[in-house]
């Protein structure tokens, strides 16, 4: 874990490629993109299986090694309306219900609006960008805000380790600049796109189960 301050909050950094505000034992998880492969299945591409189950276990395992009361999802939550698949909606009304004294909010992204919100049975507060919460703005799309430090997700980023191709890692990345934190995508299917670095921008690598902060080249 790496604790960092944002927004006059501390902030912890965490492998799992999620974030936790300490002082408001809330989780923050950028762009899960619950059921993702099932949408790329029904359209006939071959994805891995399991996924669902992957994403899920790993907020379980989050919520008690944090103590978490609160869970703030950053935007796409479900990937798509193709996700409301029986096996995907089951699987996650069984998470919710295994965890029934966690508060769940969803920030809506722009997957949300075509997946549509989760069911009323799941009991998620359900709110447009964005949720203030002390000196920080919860959101799903990386724009500032004046007054407030953006904490928010949609770009899954990564940032590139090594030097000739053939030993080049894309790793997934905190980027945290001068106004606006980006949080990796938390999903287990989900891509990432490279970040571009501004002077005085601070960047952490994740390596399986540790952080590193990256030096600007």
Known sequence: MTAIQVGGQPLTLLP???AFLADHRTLLIADAHIGKAVSFRRWGVPVPQGTTAETLGALD??????????IVFLGDFLHSARSRAVSTMDAVRRWRESQPQLALTLVRGNHDRRAGDPPSAWRF???DEPLLLDGVALCHHPKPMPGRYVLAGHLHPCVGIGGRARDHLRLPCFHFGPQ?????AFGSF??????????GDRVFAIADDEIAEVARR
Do not use: Y
């Open 190 to 199: 989900t891509g990432m796109h490279p970040i571009e670095w501004g002077e």
């Open 16 to 18: 799992e490629r999620a």
């Open 61 to 70: 395992r989050l919520v008690h090694r944090t103590g978490a009361s609160r």
């Open 180 to 184: 606006v934190g980006v949080l990796p």
């Open 125 to 127: 507060e359900i709110v």
